[in-house]
Nanobody, 122 residues
Framework: QVQLVESGGGSVQAGGSLRLSCAAS????????MAWFRQAPGKERGFVAA????????YYADSVKGRFSISRDNAKNTVYLQMNSLKPEDTAAYYC???????????????WGQGTQVTVSS
């Protein structure tokens, strides 16, 4: 069973930066995609960013493109999300996910972390 654990969340001022990490443990395949989703109170979980197994391809939601950057270290089974120029509307619980294909669709991911809270104040 694969387990995903997020870390790096916290509270920052608008315009600040945070770097989230997600470490995978247990049985994993050599080739897998990883992604980040987020969910604010009263809203559905939405796509943020995804990266394929080789890191050759990355995908971003329009709302974060140019501000967020996703990367991975396969030797550590870890994916990162560098978040710059944070806005209050970025406030949400952030979840990492693992699946067979890099996609913005939740159903394409087989494993999910428990989430880490990001709060951005004005």
């Amino acid at each position: 069973q694969v387990q995903l654990v997020e870390s790096g969340g916290g509270s920052v001022q608008a315009g600040g930066s945070l770097r989230l990490s997600c470490a995978a443990s247990g049985r994993t395949f050599s080739r897998y995609a990883m992604a980040w989703f987020r969910q604010a109170p009263g809203k559905e979980r939405g796509f943020v960013a995804a990266i394929n197994w080789s890191a050759a391809n990355t995908y971003y939601a329009d709302s974060v493109k140019g501000r967020f950057s996703i990367s991975r270290d396969n030797a550590k089974n870890t994916v990162y999300l560098q978040m710059n120029s944070l806005k209050p509307e970025d406030t949400a619980a952030y979840y990492c996910a693992l699946g067979g294909v890099a996609s913005r669709v939740r159903a394409d991911y087989d494993y999910w972390g428990q989430g880490t809270q990001v709060t951005v104040s004005s």
